[in-house]
Nanobody, 115 residues
Framework: QVQLAESGGGLVQPGGSLKLSCRPS????????MAWYRRTPGQERDLVAK???????HYADSVKGRFTISRNNAKNTVYLEMNNLEPDDTAVYYC?????????WGQGTQVTVSP
């Protein structure tokens, strides 16, 4: 069973920054892609950013230019760097690892953007 260890959430003021980390129990190169999703109460999980094993990235329109997904191969970790945060970015953020038809999820980390 693949496990994903997330960290980095917290409370930040509008305009601030946070960096989330996700470290899987297997090599990040064993997955077709890794991604970050977020969910607000009563809503479905929405894709925020995605990176394929080849390094191609994709972002939701609402975060383009503000969020960056990246990875550190030596640390076997995927990151989500979030800048210029807005109150609408408040959500629980989840890391996902995908291999063919299987998805594994992290436990989620709360991000709250508030004055």
């Amino acid at each position: 069973q693949v496990q994903l260890a997330e960290s980095g959430g917290g409370l930040v003021q509008p305009g601030g920054s946070l960096k989330l980390s996700c470290r899987p129990s297997e090599s990040i190169f064993d997955f077709n892609h890794m991604a970050w999703y977020r969910r607000t109460p009563g809503q479905e999980r929405d894709l925020v950013a995605k990176m394929t094993v080849g390094g191609t990235t994709h972002y939701a329109d609402s975060v383009k230019g503000r969020f960056t997904i990246s990875r550190n191969n030596a640390k076997n970790t995927v990151y989500l760097e979030m800048n210029n945060l807005e109150p609408d970015d408040t959500a629980v953020y989840y890391c996902l690892a995908n291999r063919l038809s299987k998805n594994w999820w992290g436990q989620g980390t709360q991000v709250t953007v508030s004055p």
